[in-house]
């Protein structure tokens, strides 16, 4: 079980694939396991490292600090650790936001960055959901908050499979590592504090957004305006909900493959 051990934190973390290494940052609620759906596309072209955020997974302990900066920190330290001096970052919701802080932290550690249905505008809505649904956690069955949380993640076409909906909802309370009730509130409460003030004003390497037309944490608008004013390239794909590389797996790793091989 690789793990990176910190002052404040054990961090774990997987690898999967060879070539060029790219850093996979998961969003709220997520580990590794976020990106499994994406490893079978792109673990042919790069090597893969994928790490449990604090709160999350099998990182230790799950109430360690959680900040954008402090974060981006210890990812820095993993791919120095790991012995690469350059990588392509690609991060998801809130991981987008840490892709971001360590692209100002280190422009010269990376290669590009990619970050999928993420924002640098505050927000009071989007916490205001994840604390909504630990109370719905913490108060119903324990398939009652999932079942609140995947209209937020997916778009339309997957809630016309219904057996598909019961599936994902087994496999995500069969998961041996499936963040507990306490964890998630610490992430909720991080979440609430975030200090986007450690975002830098222009992502200073090759930056690729992309957002969910169906998106309804992170709509494309006014989202859109606020990622090209911070120099990146953004592009709209369709029929995908917050969860986009979950919705169009294909589609998106071809725009991240292209992305990061043009500069690998």
């Known amino acids: 079980m690789p793990q990176f051990a910190l002052p404040h934190l054990k961090l774990h973390y997987e690898i999967a694939g ?6 996979l940052i ?6 590794n396991a976020s990106w499994s759906v994406l490893v079978p596309l792109m673990s042919d072209r790069f090597t893969l490292i994928m790490p449990d955020p604090p709160g999350a997974g099998r990182t230790q302990p799950w109430d360690a600090p959680i900040t954008l900066a402090g974060f981006a920190r210890d990812l820095l330290a993993l791919s120095r650790d790991l012995g690469h001096d350059r990588l392509h970052v690609v991060g998801h919701s809130m991981g987008g936001l840490v892709a971001m802080v ?3 932290l280190a422009p010269d550690h990376l ?4 970050v999928l249905g993420s924002t640098p505008l505050p927000s009071a809505r989007i916490p205001t959901v994840f604390h909504t649904l630990c109370l719905i956690r913490e108060t119903g069955p324990e398939d009652l908050w999932l079942r609140a ?4 993640l997916f778009g339309d076409q997957f809630f016309w499979d219904r057996q598909g909906v019961e ?3 087994a496999a995500s309370l069969s998961y041996p590592y499936l963040q507990s009730l306490e964890a998630m509130k610490h992430q909720t409460r991080s ?9 830098p004003e222009r992502i200073p390497v090759p930056g690729l957004a992309l957002l969910a037309e ?7 608008e006014p989202n859109r305006d606020a990622l090209q004013a911070m120099g990146l390239r953004v592009e709209v794909l369709p029929d995908c909900g917050h969860s986009l590389h979950w919705d169009a797996p294909q589609l998106v790793a071809d725009r991240i493959l292209l992305h990061a091989g043009a500069l690998a």
Request: avoid cysteine; charge should be negative.
């Open 18 to 23: 060879s070539g060029p290494p790219m850093l």
């Open 26 to 31: 998961p969003g709220m609620l997520s580990d």
């Open 102 to 104: 360590l692209a100002g």
């Open 111 to 114: 290669a590009s960055i990619t």
């Open 149 to 152: 949380l995947f209209p937020w």
């Open 167 to 169: 599936d994902a909802l």
């Open 191 to 199: 979440l609430a504090r975030l200090d986007i003030r450690s975002l």
């Open 214 to 220: 169906a998106d309804a944490l992170i709509p494309p």
